[in-house]
């Protein structure tokens, strides 16, 4: 009995899953192609020295004195400049990273990527997306209003973890046939969905500080109020949904049949070019081709 049940084990896990390799081959050679057309856009349009102040948040002490008692308590000190965020090379990098990975998927370690297809994985694009998603987020939380050094650390932390819960569910949900998952779909989405939880948290941060920038304004020297221009509103909530897109596919890959799953590997492509090419595209036009800041905000970064 034992015997036949270890059989059975040993049967599924190596279910060999349909991936056209040539058509994977042509499409990640087409995205190593568009991305890398992004990132060299961005480096030889855009000011490669434009960057904004990253600020830290510190607090000091203050001692409390009275006739009664003597004490202390922590207060925020006043914001200083701690570090750079450089616009025009963090939009060519995540753009430039998508393209390198493409470019390995379809040449270098091509075999590995479609071998892993084949068993149900894609390492190769959770390690992209682990990185490219989390710089990503640093550009967007900034242009959203989280300028503290804390903040942008926290966010770029939930973002990774984020897509390596991704990865993770990919390692549970594993195929019994061509047709059927092993396992419950409770069990199988266990990860998926305990992925949403650094998600939100990442994103209600990055929605809060937004709306309370957007709801800001001033009064320019020449008496016109100044408020938080509309190609802003287009980069965080187009992105918004965007990256939200990309855990609703994994989440009909993984209702269809095994089969199929080469097919969500295809729509990633796309949504990745999607959320790359319009983020970049909307920095590059009202941003980075500016030479400033002070387009997104009334004050100017540099003299704060």
Known sequence: MESVTHSEMKETTEVKL??????????????????AIFGFIALGMGKRDLKVPVYGSKVGIEVLASNATRGWKQVPLKPERVSWLYLTVLVASFSLLSSFFHL??????????????ESGYAPFRWMEYSIS??????????ISGSIVMNTQVMLFGLTFVTMIFGHLHE???RPKSLDEWQGS???RLQAHFFG?????????????????????????ASGEERKMPT???????????????????????????????????IVYMWLSLFAKGLLALLCLSNVILAGGYAEIYADDADTI
């Open 18 to 35: 349909p991936v056209p390799a040539g058509t994977l081959r042509k499409w990640n050679g087409a995205m190593f192609l568009f991305h």
């Open 104 to 117: 390995g998927n379809a040449f270098i370690w091509r075999k590995q990527y479609i071998k892993a297809l």
């Open 171 to 173: 390692v549970i949900c």
């Open 196 to 220: 949403y939880i650094p998600q939100c948290f990442a994103w209600g941060i990055v929605i809060a500080q937004f709306m309370e920038g957007a709801s800001a304004s001033t009064i320019d």
């Open 231 to 265: 190609f802003v509103y287009v980069i965080v909530f187009g992105e918004l949904l965007v990256f939200w897109s990309f855990g609703i596919v994994q989440l009909l890959v993984s209702l269809k049949p095994p089969s199929l799953y080469y097919k969500g590997e």
């Open 185 to 187: 779909k409770l069990w």
């Open 133 to 142: 998603a989390s710089v990503m987020i640093l550009l967007l939380s900034y």
